[in-house]
């Protein structure tokens, strides 16, 4: 049997446990004899490793989308799709900066999105500190941004807290 195992310092654990009973010759249960074998470095692995492989995955089907796929739009839906569907993201979304206005406007998006994309402001203008977004920061920078949990986060409250009701735990922006 493997068991997960909150530890007092409030470290999961992972372990492998056996036992059988002990038993008198009357077959009364007298006692239990195990070991319990600590396998948390494995299944933290294990858990890498099938996180590589969807990340290898999904790059290969990006790959094939980018060669087979001639819009923009298409092509950003069916990214859209494979992060979701193969990456196992909760929601992906997609856009297009108009330079115009200075706005990315959404274009393409999979998942559970629930009217996330109309809660926020993509503005590529210079952002007030309340108005920010990855998406944005990641045009102006052309930087990839990465938050690996939203709610420790210094993003702005209102970002944080429509993303979390819709449980998103994490965020990432890349430039095209």
Known sequence: ?????????GTVRW???????LVDPSGEVTGF????RDITSRVL????????SRIREVLGRFSSAII????REE???????????IGGMRMAWGGLV?????KIVPVASHGVVEGFLETLH???EPPSADRDTLPARSVRDATRQVVNDISLTASPLYWREAALLRGYRSSASLPF
């Not at 004899?33 to 319990?36: F, I, L, S, T, V």
């Open 1 to 9: 049997v493997i068991l997960r195992w909150l530890h007092k310092d």
């Open 45 to 52: 692995q294990d858990a890498q490793l099938q996180r590589l």
């Open 75 to 85: 092509l950003l839906q069916e990214l859209c799709r494979i992060a979701v569907e």
């Open 98 to 102: 108009d330079w115009k206005s200075g």
């Open 33 to 36: 004899r195990g070991n319990d």
């Open 122 to 124: 993509f503005s590529i």
């Open 15 to 21: 372990l492998e446990s056996n036992g059988m009973a």
């Open 68 to 71: 087979r796929l001639h819009t």
